[in-house]
């Protein structure tokens, strides 16, 4: 099996620069404290390359409500049966022990921009010089007519890895003969652009190994179009012919509104049944950060291309699915190699070490059916204001079935180098 090493990983994403002699001055006085809000691909990866590459010379507090991470991206994987749950759920432990990064299991209720603190749910606060934010996305219910948290609990949206998670996979595998999933998929912007159409392969997936002939999944989507679509479109008459049907706007002429009792999302074309509804509402900015004044009108928040330093204070860094990166999707990949670059200047702040100019790289792979892997990514740089595609590449229609295996196994590689990159 072909795979990434943690060498051609850190190739890949730029890996950050060697370690810099601590300036004699700052080994004499109390260390600059940087505050990372969030654990997951963007905050952990920032938490571990400022402890690391700063030699010890900055108190480092990785603020993360969850004991443990479970990752977004390769959830697909485990609501398909390709991986299991311990193999999507990772620990802090290292994090602490090897590079003496402060793990607060709590959660950061408040940012005090004007005082450089963090308020926790436990009523203290946590004092920076430096904060990175990296909440993640928030989901915005009312975005769905007759959709809110309650009702997540009956079609859930599983668009934060977790218990959500674990309710899709709940509700999918007790799906009998004939009994249908309707998907709802998010608008434009939003985490992972391609993971609505990989989840639903992975679903459709499970009922063919179920035998579960009659049963199909509809696809109700705001979008004219979609990531990889000729690529998932090809996939799904291939491997599942009849099941999958998708509904774009011209089609469907706009929700109306879901009723998740009854299981039904109702359009302008028609009301669709499904024992599944799998409901993936608009997203925005984890709330403390639009709640700190870090966001624009979108929602989101904007960044300096160069080095993802928050255009509303330069004291504060915003990346992954938070900010607006540009060409950048919001995905794991994408958190990891923005917060290389956050760390690389945020060092440069506190202890005057050298900066280098910013380069970002982004694969997203999907799984379509065993071992029908396929992929899209770019590298970029700043340019006119915002990051920015140089070059990129995507999978081609028509690949011959080993291309497609070794993609997917290039993917397990990428797996198993990234949560290295990240907690490790």
């Known amino acids: ?31 600059p404290k940087v505050v990372v809000i969030g654990g997951g691909a963007g905050g952990a990866t920032a938490a571990k390359y400022l402890a690391k ?66 308020s926790l749910g436990d009523g203290s606060t946590v004092p920076y010089d430096r904060l990175v934010v990296s909440p993640g996305i928030d989901i915005i219910y009312d975005s769905v007519p007759g959709y809110s948290e309650a009702a997540a609990e009956i079609a859930p949206h599983a668009w934060k890895a977790g218990p959500q998670t674990r309710l899709l996979k709940e509700k999918l595998d007790a799906l009998e003969e004939g009994q ?15 993971g609505p159409y990989e989840r639903v392969s992975m679903m459709a997936h499970v009922l063919k190994e179920k035998g579960l002939t009659g049963s199909k999944i509809f696809v109700i989507d705001p979008k004219e179009s979609f990531s990889k679509q000729a690529l998932f479109q090809e996939g799904w008459e291939k491997h599942y012919p009849g099941m999958v049907e998708w509904y774009g706007p011209d089609v469907h002429g706009g929700v109306v509104g879901v ?115 396929i992929k899209v990514g770019a590298n970029y740089e700043p340019k006119d204001g915002k990051i920015t595609s140089i070059e990129g590449f995507v999978s081609q229609s028509g690949e011959d079935a080993e291309l497609r295996k070794s993609t997917y196994e290039e993917s397990i590689g990428w797996y198993e180098g990234i949560v290295a990159d990240m907690f490790t």
Request: charged residues 20%; glycine residues 6%; negative net charge.
């Open 1 to 31: 099996m072909s795979r990434l090493t943690r060498r051609q990983f850190g190739l890949i994403l730029g890996a950050s620069t060697a370690t810099l002699a601590l300036p004699a001055y700052l080994r004499a006085q109390e260390k």
């Open 259 to 373: 009723d998740v009792e009854a299981g039904t999302v109702e359009t302008d074309l028609d009301t669709f049944e499904g024992t599944l509804l799998n409901i993936v509402p608009a997203q925005r900015a984890g709330t403390i950060a639009i709640d700190a004044g870090l966001a624009g009108e979108n929602g989101f928040c904007p960044i300096d291309a160069a080095s993802m330093r928050s255009t509303m204070d330069e004291a504060v860094f915003v990346i992954g699915d938070a900010s607006i990166a540009g060409d950048m999707p919001k995905s794991g990949f994408s958190a990891n190699s923005q917060a290389k670059v956050a760390a690389l200047h945020i060092r440069a702040d506190l202890t005057q070490s050298q900066t280098f100019p910013a380069r970002y790289s982004n694969t997203c792979w999907s799984l379509i059916e065993t071992d029908d892997g």
């Open 53 to 118: 590459d700063s030699n010890g010379a900055l108190d480092v507090t990785l603020i993360e409500e969850n004991d443990e991470f479970t990752t977004c991206f390769f959830s697909n994987l485990y609501l398909g049966d390709f991986r299991d749950w311990d193999s999507i759920t990772h620990s802090y432990d290292e994090l602490v022990s090897r590079y003496g990064i402060k793990k607060v299991t709590d959660r950061a209720t408040a940012i005090d921009r004007e005082a450089k603190t963090v």
């Open 180 to 194: 249908n999933i309707v998907m709802l998929a998010p608008p434009n912007p939003y985490r992972c652009p391609p």
